[in-house]
């Protein structure tokens, strides 16, 4: 934890040292207040979109929950994502919530896991959609080898999963492979039942609250951005914030945003701003998570 606080610190400094602090400080003057409070509210929607998905594949496989219990779970559990060292925290916390909630451990590890892993298939939907209008700004900068390779890295992590969905019968039979089976049989459940429109489809809304939220941001700060603009930048920039090596993808998450911005037009200084000012109301909008954490029961509902 501690290497990771310092390593974001450290990249933060990097790129403020190396940006012109006068300019910094005199688009940070010009922050319109209600916009960026537009942003924080947008991104209150992030846990809610994600309601009926969790609660989707928890029936799927046998456990279904509440709904106000599920939103209580992914509230909660966004904002131990903002506030610990990595999101792992806050989809630990989930996987305890759901076993005091009745959910066998096994289903619920396998819940949050799916759960996490459609979110993450629709920002990979729109970095793979969106894929050619970057490559048209980037053009021949080096960058573009780097992002070449994460939507390499991205498609042979879609195929593996669906290898371990496919052979997860087989990978059954071998003892230590049985939690990696699991999962498998877990996701071919999930991908066989009917649900699998309503779990892509809320992926896809939350990918589109995150990119209005970014965008508002932007129009905080007056930074040349068109909404299509944000909707092609903001996934290959949260996927390199996934990157577990900083807090909660801060420093990361900037430089990534400082390069990207920077082919449409954004100045360093500008962009910078922009990626902490999506950060911090990412954070403000998980509080409410602090105060029904505070104020929840000592034992949730039991599942039906």
């Not at 819940?111 to 629709?122: F, M, N, P, T, Y």
């Not at 129009?219 to 996934?242: E, K």
Request: hydrophobic share 60%; net charge positive; aromatic share 8%.
């Amino acid at each position: 934890m501690l290497l990771k606080v310092a390593l974001s610190v450290l990249l933060l400094a990097l790129l403020v040292r190396s940006l012109d602090l006068t300019k910094l400080a005199a688009i940070l003057k010009t922050t319109n207040p209600w916009l960026a409070g537009l942003a924080v509210l947008v991104l209150l929607a992030v846990p809610a979109v994600s309601v009926p998905r969790w609660r989707a594949i928890l029936a799927c496989l046998g456990h279904a929950l509440p709904t106000g219990v599920i939103a209580r779970g992914l509230y909660i559990g966004a904002f131990f994502n903002q506030v610990l060292p990595s999101s792992i925290g806050g989809d630990a916390w989930r996987i305890w919530f759901c076993t005091k909630a009745g959910v066998p451990f096994g289903v619920a590890i396998n819940s949050v896991l799916i759960e996490r892993l459609v979110g993450l298939l629709a920002v990979l939907l729109c970095f793979g959609l969106t894929f050619p209008l970057l490559m048209q700004r980037i053009g021949d900068a080096p960058v573009r080898w780097l992002l070449w390779l994460m939507l390499a890295g991205c498609l042979f992590a879609v195929m593996g999963l669906a290898i371990i969905a496919l052979a997860a019968r087989r990978l059954d039979s071998v003892k230590f492979l049985r939690p990696i089976a699991s999962l498998g049989l877990a996701l071919s459940a999930v991908g066989r039942s009917s649900q699998v429109p309503l779990l892509l489809g809320t992926g896809l809304l939350g990918q589109l609250v995150a990119i209005v939220g970014f965008f508002v941001a932007g129009r905080s700060i007056g930074a040349p951005l068109s909404f299509l603009d944000c909707a092609v930048t903001v996934a290959p920039g949260l996927l390199v914030a996934l990157i577990p090596v900083s807090l909660g993808g801060w420093g990361v998450r900037e430089g990534a945003f400082v390069v990207l911005l920077g082919f449409y037009g954004v100045a360093p200084e500008q962009g910078l701003i922009v990626s902490v000012l999506f950060g911090l109301a990412l954070l403000v909008a998980s509080l409410p998570g602090l105060a029904l954490w505070l104020g929840q029961p000592a034992r949730p509902p039991v599942s039906s």
